[in-house]
């Protein structure tokens, strides 16, 4: 696709339900991020997944946070057994890598808000 | 806590020109790139420096030293719809780490 397409854009779900969250990055692109995003504060890294290489699931906050890449492109991070401080946006972003000089490419983000 | 620091919020005026500073740690650091990301809005690239130097690209330069640890995003010609909100962000390895983002402000 042209973009980094993330759905769905919004999403709104009870304490202790589980979640997923698809990003559809751009066609080529074998690298993707997912990001997470509390209002008005800064990008926290959570997984990285580069080809077909093991993902770098450093940045995951807990073990209720999965995601898993098939085939290369679509990416579903789960979040389990939802929390209240879960509620973030949570952003997607593709590259060209390892040509860095392009930068990353974010999707529009899906709003997660656990009541 | 943060490996990169930039001041949270910066105001400017119309056609003036605003300079963003970001410090950062070191370890393992590749490169710094700066990234605007408008209120509701995903953050989009807006430049990269991956050796000491300045890049311009239009009204948006940015430069880098690697021996002060420090890089700075110069923002010239400032018009309404520069206000948002910009990122530096320090590739090390295959990982960009983000600063806590500066929030710019544009008045008439």
């Known amino acids: 696709g042209a973009g980094v397409s993330q759905s769905p854009s919004n999403k709104v779900t009870e304490k202790g339900k589980d979640v997923e969250l698809r990003c559809d990055p751009i066609?080529?692109?074998?690298?993707l991020y997912w990001y997470r995003q509390s209002l008005g504060q800064g990008l926290e890294f959570l997984i990285y997944?580069?080809?077909?290489?093991?993902?770098?699931k450093s940045g995951l906050p807990s073990d209720r946070f999965s995601a898993e890449r098939t085939g290369g492109s679509v990416s579903t991070l789960t979040i389990q057994r939802t929390q209240q401080e879960d509620s973030a946006v949570y952003l997607c972003?593709?590259?060209?890598?390892?040509?860095?000089?392009?930068?990353?490419?974010f999707g529009s983000g899906t709003r997660l808000t656990v009541v | 806590g943060q490996s990169l620091e930039q001041p949270s919020e910066v105001t400017a005026v119309e056609g003036a020109i605003v300079q963003i500073n970001c410090t950062y740690q070191?370890?393992?650091?590749?490169?710094l790139s700066w990234y605007q990301q408008h209120d509701g809005g995903a953050p989009t690239f807006l430049s990269y420096?991956?050796?000491?130097g300045l890049e311009e690209t239009g009204r948006f330069s940015s430069f880098l030293s690697r021996s002060d640890s420090y890089g700075y995003l110069l923002l010239q010609e400032l018009q309404m719809k520069d206000s948002a909100s910009y990122f530096c962000?320090?590739?090390?390895?295959?990982?960009?780490?983000f600063g806590g983002g500066t929030r710019l402000m544009v008045k008439p």
């Open positions: 997944f580069q080809g077909n290489s093991a993902p770098d």
């Open positions: 420096n991956g050796l000491d």
């Open positions: 066609s080529g692109h074998t690298a």
């Open positions: 972003a593709s590259s060209q890598s390892p040509d860095r000089n392009y930068g990353y490419t």
């Open positions: 070191t370890s393992g650091f590749y490169g």
């Open positions: 962000a320090r590739i090390a390895g295959n990982m960009l780490t």
